[in-house]
T-cell receptor, first 113, second 112 residues
Framework: GAVVSQHPSWVICKSGTSVKIECRSL??????MFWYRQFPKQSLMLMAT?????????EQGVEKDKFLINHASLTLSTLTVTSAHPEDSSFYIC?????????FGPGTRLTVT | QKEVEQNSGPLSVPEGAIASLNCTYS??????FFWYRQYSGKSPELIMS????GDKEDGRFTAQLNKASQYVSLLIRDSQPSDSATYLC????????????FGQGTELSVKP
């Protein structure tokens, strides 16, 4: 299957700071990537759809000014959590869409203190 | 509101038994269905995709789809302790560019 990487795998930051998470498709080009958030013991919640060269589409209830998404190339999408707060602590996972299937990155565990 | 429902867990089976995981969905227009396995603390891993009614087999895994009943299942034969994980059913929303809706997941425990 296709390989998707994420960086960093975990990050701890202080409240009020911003954190950038990178998602890369390593062996294919992805015009569409997705960003999810997962809280403990819960399923994945889609945050936004990232399309190369255009603005991201956010799901209802997701603050687009807080979660900035940039899909500048066919292999890279970034999620920036701005002015992070403890309630933003979660497992953030990206996926890339290829050949009608979604492949997930390994995830980024964000802890905001 | 499009929904995906999975049978509540946790599901516990002895090693070597068949584990049966079930999923129903509400969007009649959906054409693509997926099963993901997620180990604790890890991201989901695609294990099966199915697009047509009937059965699809891959090793010890068999996915079954019945679009008329809006039902998809996953059978794991000869269950192994390494199969212990949460299994997520995902349904692609029709004409939404690949967006998936996930079920809440079923936790499977295979006892040696």
């Amino acid at each position: 299957g296709a390989v998707v990487s994420q960086h960093p795998s975990w990050v701890i930051c202080k409240s009020g700071t911003s954190v950038k998470i990178e998602c890369r498709s390593l062996d294919f080009q992805a015009t569409t990537m997705f960003w999810y958030r997962q809280f403990p013991k819960q399923s994945l919640m889609l945050m936004a759809t990232s399309n190369e060269g255009s603005k991201a589409t956010y799901e209802q209830g997701v603050e687009k000014d807080k979660f900035l998404i940039n899909h500048a190339s066919l292999t890279l999408s970034t999620l920036t959590v701005t002015s992070a707060h403890p309630e933003d602590s979660s497992f953030y996972i990206c996926s890339a869409f290829q050949s009608y299937e979604q492949y997930f990155g390994p995830g980024t565990r964000l802890t905001v203190t | 509101q499009k929904e995906v429902e999975q049978n509540s867990g946790p599901l516990s089976v002895p090693e070597g038994a068949i584990a049966s995981l079930n999923c129903t969905y509400s969007d009649r227009g959906s054409q693509s269905f997926f099963w993901y396995r997620q180990y604790s603390g890890k991201s989901p891993e695609l294990i099966m995709s199915i697009y047509s009614n009937g059965d699809k087999e891959d090793g010890r895994f068999t996915a079954q789809l019945n679009k008329a009943s809006q039902y998809v299942s996953l059978l794991i034969r000869d269950s192994q302790p390494s199969d212990s994980a949460t299994y997520l059913c995902a349904v692609e929303i029709y004409n939404q560019g690949g967006k998936l809706i996930f079920g809440q997941g079923t936790e499977l425990s295979v006892k040696p």
